[in-house]
């Protein structure tokens, strides 16, 4: 008899930014024009808020569109097999004072990508939500039909 998988583990709201803050690369999903769009960033965790770097652009234009965000990041142990997610749903503003900027600076957050990207962005959550799950063999999800034997021309 195998043991089923345990279902995924809701994370209270300090875990997920505890695992935020473990990680500097995200998805972050955006309305763009007349659909939604999904960028990788980088970015880090400050005061409550992420922050991210970017330039003028397709990006820029739509976090600052006033249509709320989502920002995805995750990440999975190798060595216990436990993955995780984390959800931050927002809204997205540009970072201008001149004390905020100068703030901004110290969290040390660089582009990846040359260019240039002097825009700071903070998203300011309404919703953080995370959830953390053991991965499982290739065995618990796989059908019948999948492992069944195949002929030459299947």
């Not at 994370?11 to 935020?20: D, I, Q």
């Not at 569109?65 to 959800?87: I, L, Q």
């Amino acid at each position: 008899m195998t043991n089923a998988p345990a279902p995924p583990q809701e994370l209270p709201a300090n875990e997920c930014w505890a695992l935020l803050r473990s990680v500097s690369v995200g998805r972050l999903a955006l309305w763009v024009t007349d659909h939604p769009d999904i960028f990788p960033i980088n970015y880090a965790v400050d005061h409550g808020s992420l922050v991210f770097r970017t330039g003028v652009g397709a990006k820029r234009e739509a976090a600052l569109s006033g249509t709320p965000v989502a920002m995805e990041a995750d990440g999975v142990d190798p060595s216990t097999g436990v993955a995780w997610s984390v959800v931050v749903k927002g809204a997205a503003a540009l970072v201008e004072s001149t004390e905020d900027v100068l703030d901004t600076f110290s969290i040390h957050l660089f582009p990846w990508q040359a260019g240039h990207k002097d825009s700071f962005i903070r998203i300011t959550p309404t919703s953080v939500t995370g959830r953390k799950f053991t991965v499982v063999a290739p065995a618990h999800w796989w059908t019948d039909q999948a492992t069944a034997p195949h002929t030459a021309t299947e």
